[in-house]
């Protein structure tokens, strides 16, 4: 038992950090404040970037 101490120690640790993730996940959902935050780029296109900010760089593309 003493010898899978620590790997059953690390197993409990990523078994915690899978549970924040996906309580992190579940508050994103109904955070009310998401979608304002979605609509900034449509409600100001001024100041979004534009091809020009980012010369060579294809959105979506490869590396």
Do not use: N
């Amino acid at each position: 038992m003493t010898a899978l101490q620590p790997e059953i120690t690390a197993l409990v640790a990523r078994q915690q950090r899978l549970v924040e993730g996906i309580a992190a996940e579940a508050r994103h959902q109904v955070d009310e404040t998401d979608d304002a935050f979605a609509r900034l780029a449509c409600d100001h296109p001024e100041k979004c970037s534009c091809p020009e900010d980012y010369p060579g760089w294809t959105p979506g593309g490869t590396r």
